[in-house]
């Protein structure tokens, strides 16, 4: 077996093997076969030449406490029915952890089909990527607007929009920067893919909303709009934009909308009805611990200091007893001689750095411990809960 990067000779390969494991469309998407600045791409080939295994590097940035993250998040990892089960996704994944780390990764999120595999590899579900299916009868129609304006948009208008997310998505932790790589890359339609329509919200000549959606098909009792975005500033424009969702009553039954826990959208939603809400799994874990802690914001208001000895059996660089130390908006991480009180594996290190645990619940889970009380460790837990708006 031979793991080597692909190269752009490969992709029609990788593709064939994606499709093959995701049961992907007959065409290829253009970017699936080219190569994209900054995505890496790993494959194992056995004797005769063949790719019989992928994974990917997406190489985006994320948000933390104010700052970009270099993160390692991973996508299309498939192995060939015939080779599956021989520990080849564990061989890429353990190869892939000691590149990113080499290129300077803090982190890494991924979306499993399967936990386990990953679980084995140090990453932890730390979150999930949430949709509700609203009632457009029973969203409210518009009101406390303001001077907010409302208009039609187009393809002219999205870097405004990419401006107008990261002004949302840097105020809290997790969501990608949107920047780079894929995202910089020239689209086959002029929209993103499935987006219809923008209504856009402005007060003063600012963009302060966006809705980005698509129409669906009818307009009876299984009619739904798709939001794919549906960004807001203001409290104003979150009124206003899903007032506008409301204006679809007649022709839409329900819409579906991405959600992000207490922003200018979802305090103006009628979260108590919402229906089956749409949930994906995501998981997390730090590729370098140092970078993970010092790279990132931290609450200015945090300040305190606790030794773990950590495990991480991927990624040996990140064991060993540390020392974290949080003060003024800053973190560091230092290895320590003395014996600490408390142990923590690295996929209970994952959970409390997204904000979605804390010591003692991950003492009862087995993936923290010791002597002492674990409620020290949730310093590292200080941070909001990590999120997501992209699937990948
Ligand atoms: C998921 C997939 C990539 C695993 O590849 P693989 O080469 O068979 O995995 P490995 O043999 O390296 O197994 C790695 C670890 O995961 C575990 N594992 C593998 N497949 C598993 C499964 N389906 N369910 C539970 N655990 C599994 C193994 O037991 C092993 O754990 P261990 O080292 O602690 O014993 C492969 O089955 C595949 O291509 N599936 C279809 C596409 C897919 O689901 N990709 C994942 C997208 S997120």
Redesign the pocket.
Known sequence: MTIRPLTADDLPAAWELGRL??GGPAEAPLHALREIPGTFRLGAFDDAGRLV?K?TDLAHEQWWGGRRMAAAD????????E???????????TELLARVRDRGAAVSA????????????GWEVAGALRAADLDIAALPRPRDTGSVSLRPGGPDDLPAVTDLYEEVARARDGLLTRRGGIFDEPTETPLPRDVDAVTLAEDGGRLVGALLFGRGRGYGADSRLEVHDLLAATPQAGRALVGVLAGWTTVARTVRVPLLAGDAVSVALPLERAGTHASQPWMHRPVDVVRAVADRGWPGHLRGRVAFALTDAAAPWNAGVWQLELADGAGELTRVTAEPELTLDVRGFAVLYCGVGTGRGLAQAGLAGGTADPAALDLLAGGPPAELLDYF
């Open positions: 494991a995701f295994g994974v991973v996508s299309g990892v498939a192995v060939r029915p080779s599956r089960g021989g520990g080849l996704a564990r061989t890429l994944l991924l979306y499993p089909t399967v936990t386990a595999v990953y679980r084995s590899m």
